[in-house]
Structure formats: structure tokens, C-alpha cells
């Protein structure tokens, strides 16, 4: 299993998500992320979508199939030319000490967000495996919740996905 990076574009109507998500499941694919929202032109969506994928075959069959959906634009997998990803995390953790607090706050450049008495927030930014790095590093201390964006990206350079 390999992870794929997908940008769709599609027009902005209710139901797309669905037919998409719907596909996707349909053909025994998993979804690891997939994040929407709109483009620089407000009557387009885009969808970061990734997803683990068996072969070649699988994925170009399903990049044909999602191609055909009456309301897709287009559709770039991303992981064929260079690009940037990210994703936002929030991650709550127990603190028993100021100590640890402090110690906990300067955490992969990590941002306090929210001080209780005895928790605190942590926002994180970064590509998935700084995220994941974090989570591992405040294992040892009671983390609370945790709630993640899922990975959106972008190609790298002048060349939009909507012209490649």
C-alpha cells in the first residue's frame, strides 16, 4: 500500500463530497484525508484527498472513473511532480507542573493555544510526520483529544492544478 495525493476540482454543488467519498468507497479504497473547501474562484471546490492504493492499475482506473463524475473539473495526482503538504493539529495534553507546561509549549515550535489549570492546547502545523513526531514525543503525558485537519497540498511553482 502506497499513499496517493489527489487535488480535485470541482464546481461547488451539494452532493459532490458525496458522490466522490462514494466512489472511492465503492471501490474498496481507503481514504486517509480528504479536506474541502473553496478555491480562488467561488464557485469551485477543491478536494485534497488521500488515499492508499494497492498499484498503479487501481489508481489510474480510479482517476478515470472520478474523472467522469458530471460536477469534477479536473483532477491531478499531485505525488507525480513536486509539491507541499501540511496539515493542522490541535492536540489537548494534562500538565501537572508551570515546568511542564513551558516544557510542553516549546514543543516543535508548537503554539499554545488554551491554558487551563491542568491542560493545555497545543496547535501544530507541519507535514504529516512532524504532526505525527509531536504525538509520539507527548505519549508519556496524558494527551486529553486530539483533533487534525488532514493534509491539504499544493503543487510547487507558478503552474496552478487548474492548468496543469
Known sequence: MRKQHLA?????KPGVLTHIAG???RKAINIES????????PDV?????????EDDKELKQTIS???KLI???????LDEAPFISYELAMI?????TPQVRDEL??????????VNLNSLILRVTGREDHVNALIKVLSPYEILEIARTGTISLSRGLVPVKAM
Request: aromatic share 8%.
Open 8 to 12: 480535485i476540482l470541482s464546481d461547488n
Open 23 to 25: 466512489l472511492i468507497s
Open 34 to 41: 480528504l479536506t474541502v473547501g473553496y478555491t480562488e474562484e
Open 45 to 53: 471546490s477543491r478536494f485534497n484527498i488521500v488515499i492508499s492504493i
Open 65 to 67: 472513473q472520478l474523472a
Open 71 to 77: 460536477d469534477v473539473i479536473k483532477i491531478i495526482n
Open 92 to 96: 489537548k495534553v494534562r500538565y501537572d
Open 105 to 114: 509549549a516549546n514543543l516543535f515550535h508548537a503554539k499554545v493555544v488554551d
